[in-house]
């Protein structure tokens, strides 16, 4: 008697450890998704942040550009100021490089 008591609680046990391994296997599976999904997520939100600073740097360009006037000065000196900004504008993306 002791002995089926036995052979039914080790039957139990063993279709217990099959649903535990079955949902080992499922939960391994859907974490192996949400980490390729997370990748890819993170991967489009560092594409809009460069997307977001391109459009932040073309609208100071187009502030610059607005506030220059050639009118006010000879063509030297506007020559002068373009340089001036486009070294700005190399520190700038040297330091965003780093």
Not at 33 to 48: C, I, P, T, V, Y
């Amino acid at each position: 008697m002791d002995q089926e008591l036995l052979k039914t609680n080790l039957n139990g046990l063993e279709r217990k450890i099959l649903v535990l391994l079955n949902e080992h296997k499922a939960l391994k599976d859907e974490m192996k998704g949400l980490k390729l999904e997370n990748h890819e997520l993170r991967g489009d939100l560092r594409r809009r942040d460069e997307q977001l600073s391109n459009f932040k740097n073309q609208i100071k360009i187009t502030k610059i550009v607005d506030n220059i006037n050639p009118e006010d000065g000879s063509v030297s000196e506007l020559k002068k100021k373009v340089e001036e900004y486009i070294k700005e504008i190399d520190k700038c993306i040297a330091h965003l490089s780093q």
